[in-house]
């Protein structure tokens, strides 16, 4: 199912012993376009620190209420590594939240996550060694992971001319997997509305400009399906909104 980022935003984050707090933002991976944690506020509980939540420890299916379980306890949570979310995560720090957690590295192997297309965990005594095999091939301050706070608001760049800023992320609640920026357009032209682009029709962010480049012209965006965040994505909608781009749908 496809979610979004400010759907969950503020949702409850509870352990199996208690709540340890709720949503701020997302961290996502500039090049998988993946999910990889949620950033939870822990509010007076661990006096204002924010820890990282992998979706590896999410129960599915994410509940409609605000409400999120995670199979860690509180003690787990309090005790794991401190993070400045202030600051770019590193792949250094990341190697030490996956041993803290015995999470499987995300980046090693070829597909969202290093199971499959899903955040599984190997089955008990299973190829953790194996999952690892490659980490040597990754620098020790790699950063790939952006927030879904600091990207929001970046403006949109058409081959033609700007035509919006980002307001928000559309991800598939399974994989994780970030399918769409939500765009509005309201401020660039009038009469404008909200609309989907693809993260694959993405041609490249540029963090220092604070732009995001998409292969598509002014005139194809604004002629696109309008964007409802009160209306549940649905296949149909995908369609025509792939078949208003002349792109090929993910699915296929």
Do not use: C
């Amino acid at each position: 199912m496809l979610n979004s980022v400010n759907r969950i935003k503020g949702s409850k984050i509870v352990a199996t012993d208690g709540e340890i707090g709720h949503v701020k933002e997302a961290f996502f991976d500039d090049q998988a376009w993946t999910i990889r944690y949620l950033v939870i506020d822990t509010g007076n509980w661990l006096s204002g620190r924010n820890v990282l939540i992998s979706p590896y420890s999410v129960q599915q299916p994410l509940p409609a209420d605000k409400h999120i379980e995670v199979s860690l306890t509180r003690e787990q949570v309090q005790n794991s590594p401190d993070i400045d979310t202030h600051q770019p995560v590193s792949r250094r720090y990341e190697r030490q939240y996956s041993s803290y957690y015995a999470y499987p590295e995300y980046w090693v192997g070829d597909g969202l996550w290093p199971m499959g297309p899903l955040p599984l965990l190997p089955a008990e005594g299973g190829p953790r060694e194996e999952l690892a095999a490659r980490e040597d091939e990754v620098a020790e301050e790699d950063v790939h992971l952006r927030s879904s706070a600091v990207v929001s608001g970046y403006n949109i760049q058409a081959t033609d001319d700007s035509i919006g800023h980002v307001d928000d992320f559309i991800f598939d609640d399974e994989s994780w997997a970030v399918r769409y920026l939500v765009i509005d357009t309201r401020n660039w032209w009038p009469g404008g509305k909200k609309v989907l682009i693809g993260t694959h029709w993405i041609d490249k962010l540029d963090w220092a400009e604070k732009t995001v480049y998409v292969k598509l012209t002014r005139e194809q965006i604004k002629s696109s399906p309008a964007y409802d965040e009160a209306v549940v994505i649905n296949r149909e909608y995908e369609t025509r909104l792939h078949a208003a781009f002349e792109r090929q749908g993910y699915w296929d």
